[in-house]
């Protein structure tokens, strides 16, 4: 390649780029209520249960409960997808792994209770 074939840059005057503003409705984006979300994609965007009053046994039987049934729905996903039935695989897989990351919020969540007993064990009274 020639390099004496390309203008010279040494005297040429540089300009800074020029930007061309976006049209106000373009600028960002618009928060879009709760109710719409809901109302575009129902029982994407479940609303969180009631906090329950019976304690940290109550709560660990809800915890319990809710990753069994992702468990479930997941298997019958699964079985759902193999058989030939009309299902996504994307959305099996959301379905697994959901159940997966619950199960270990699960094992999590008894891995720290079982900590603060054996903390509260140890303590001297």
């Known amino acids: 390649?020639?390099?004496?074939a390309l203008p010279s840059l040494?005297?040429?005057a540089v300009r800074p780029p020029t930007f061309v503003q976006a049209p106000r409705e373009l600028a960002g984006p618009k928060a879009i209520p709760f109710?719409?979300?809901?109302?575009?994609s129902p029982g994407i965007l479940p609303l969180p249960a009631p906090p329950s009053t019976g304690g940290v046994g109550?709560?660990?039987t809800d915890l319990i409960?809710?990753?069994t049934a992702k468990q479930a729905q997941a298997?019958?996903?699964v079985n759902a997808l193999v058989s030939g039935k009309n299902v996504s695989l994307h959305q099996?897989?959301?379905a697994m792994e959901e159940a997966s990351i619950s199960f270990q919020l699960m094992v999590e969540v008894r891995n720290k209770l079982l900590e603060s007993y054996?903390?509260?064990m140890r303590m001297q009274v």
């Not at 390649?1 to 004496?4: D, K, P, T």
């Not at 109710?35 to 575009?40: C, G, K, M, T």
């Open 1 to 4: 390649m020639n390099l004496s």
């Open 10 to 12: 040494a005297g040429a």
């Open 35 to 40: 109710s719409e979300l809901e109302s575009i």
């Open 58 to 60: 109550q709560l660990a």
């Open 65 to 67: 409960s809710d990753v």
């Open 75 to 77: 298997a019958d996903s």
């Open 92 to 94: 099996t897989m959301i």
């Open 118 to 120: 054996q903390e509260l």
